[in-house]
Antibody, heavy 120, light 105 residues
Framework: QVQLVESGGGVVQPGGSLRLSCAASGFTFNRHGMHWVRQLPGKGLEWVAVIWHDGSTTYYGDSVKGRFSISRDNSKNTLFLQMNGLRADDTAVYYC?????????????WGQGTLVTVSS | DIQMTQSPSNLSASVGDRVTITCRASQSVNKWLAWYQQKPGKAPRLLIYKTSTLESGVPSRFSGSGSETGFALTISSLQPDDSATYYCQQYSDFLSFGRGTKVEI
């Protein structure tokens, strides 16, 4: 079955950087687009970024554009999110999610999330 | 950006009740609308996509309807396991989510 396991979360100071990883298994990773979606504490869901199945195309939400970078290593079935210039309002649980299609459709499976806390 | 507005924010109902959650988009999303269920401390679970298509394994008491800018999720006979927060999400223009509806039983 599909498994998505995020890692790399933790506490970081404002202005700092963090790199999240998502290890995927149970499906053909290089055939699916992948998303990062975050959930602020006690709040709703916010889309962060998407990457096409082959890594050729990426898109970002307005709140992270220019600061975050999504990438993937299809040889290792792993998705990444490089987060730079972190701010307090980036504090959230970050989920990786598998898209139903090879580009940007809708997420059909989600990982359990990793918590990022931005605080001094 | 497409804004998604869900109502109500909270809903209290009894086992066996028919429950409807509505979702409105700020512009047409055609039929590209999904619904997710999330329980505390858990990841969202896909229930419905393309407005009304039930995801495999989802109980048939869940159904979706609507088009363009107005959508609804209906639970025909509420069960104790349905206690959760429900989110609508458009995927016509990348992704955006409603603020969620917390269903208490």
């Amino acid at each position: 079955q599909v498994q998505l396991v995020e890692s790399g979360g933790g506490v970081v100071q404002p202005g700092g950087s963090l790199r999240l990883s998502c290890a995927a298994s149970g499906f053909t990773f290089n055939r699916h687009g992948m998303h990062w979606v975050r959930q602020l504490p006690g709040k709703g869901l916010e889309w962060v970024a998407v990457i096409w199945h082959d890594g050729s195309t990426t898109y970002y939400g307005d709140s992270v554009k220019g600061r975050f970078s999504i990438s993937r290593d299809n040889s290792k079935n792993t998705l990444f999110l490089q987060m730079n210039g972190l701010r307090a309002d980036d504090t959230a649980v970050y989920y990786c999610a598998k898209d139903r299609f090879d580009s940007s459709g809708f997420p059909d499976r989600w990982g359990q999330g990793t918590l990022v806390t931005v605080s001094s | 950006d497409i804004q998604m507005t869900q109502s109500p924010s909270n809903l209290s109902a009894s086992v066996g009740d028919r429950v409807t959650i509505t979702c409105r988009a700020s512009q047409s999303v055609n039929k590209w609308l999904a619904w997710y269920q999330q329980k505390p401390g858990k990841a969202p679970r896909l229930l419905i996509y393309k407005t009304s298509t039930l995801e495999s394994g989802v109980p048939s008491r869940f159904s979706g309807s609507g088009s363009e800018t107005g959508f609804a999720l209906t639970i025909s006979s509420l069960q104790p396991d349905d206690s959760a927060t429900y989110y609508c999400q458009q995927y016509s223009d990348f992704l955006s989510f409603g603020r969620g509806t917390k269903v208490e039983i």
